[in-house]
């Protein structure tokens, strides 16, 4: 399956939208934030790396979805939240890639044992997992506008009321008209503004 690139063209899907607040008041003992290596491939600012790896503080035990796994950056940060925060917790990683450096970032991390890995689409992890209840699911696959749209509509069914679902990259255009067309006159979900982290925007199901 080839991924839509589409999205990654500026001027067709413009970075324009507002973003939240750039820090977030991180408790962990482990200030994986601050890590030089992990720094420097990040595609997650130092503000999402803070909260993201809080969310598990907030959302207890269970299961935890990531949807685009790539180098595993948002993948490792919830396995270190749950390590931190959590009696028992597993994040499922979804990806029809798994290149031998996600692999070892894993490894490198020590998080092997939290992370269950999905080697295929989005939608096809859906259906594998559909009576699996999970608290949270963080998504950043494939950043056209149909491909948010689908995976809200796959994964969203799967949160349990009180369980989040989490949208990067909300300052692009097609993430952020994804979110319209999913939020407008839905009265399940509701938006915690007050976890809007930089381009991650929180929402919560409440029925
Ligand atoms: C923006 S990257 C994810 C970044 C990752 N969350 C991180 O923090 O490092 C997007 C990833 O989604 C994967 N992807 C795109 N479309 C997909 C789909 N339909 N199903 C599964 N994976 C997909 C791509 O292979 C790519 O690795």
Request: glycine letters at 4%; proline letters at 2%; hydrophobic letters at 35%.
């Amino acid at each position: 399956m080839i991924e839509d690139r589409t999205h990654r063209s500026v001027k067709l899907n413009p970075r324009k939208h507002s973003t939240g607040a750039v820090d977030y008041p991180n408790t962990s003992k482990d200030r994986f934030w601050d890590e030089p290596s992990f720094q420097k491939i990040a595609l997650v600012s130092v503000g999402e790396i803070k909260f993201m790896q809080e969310v598990p503080k907030l959302l207890g035990d269970g299961n935890y979805a990531n949807l685009g796994h790539s180098r595993g950056r948002s993948a490792i940060i919830l396995a270190k939240g749950i390590q931190e925060w959590c009696d028992t917790g597993l994040v499922y990683s979804v990806d029809v890639e798994w290149a031998k450096r996600s692999l070892d970032l894993m490894h490198q991390h020590d998080v092997r044992d939290v992370i269950k890995k999905c080697r295929c689409s989005t939608n096809r992890a859906s259906k594998n997992l559909s009576k699996v209840s999970f608290n949270f699911v963080f998504i950043d696959a494939d950043h056209c506008y149909d491909a948010v749209v689908a995976d809200f509509s796959d994964w969203s069914p799967l949160v349990r009321v009180g369980g989040w679902v989490c949208f990067h990259d909300t300052n692009q255009d097609f993430s952020h008209k994804a979110i319209e067309t999913v939020m407008t006159d839905n009265d399940e979900w509701v938006e915690r503004t007050e976890y809007h982290i930089d381009r991650i925007r929180t929402f919560e199901r409440v029925k």
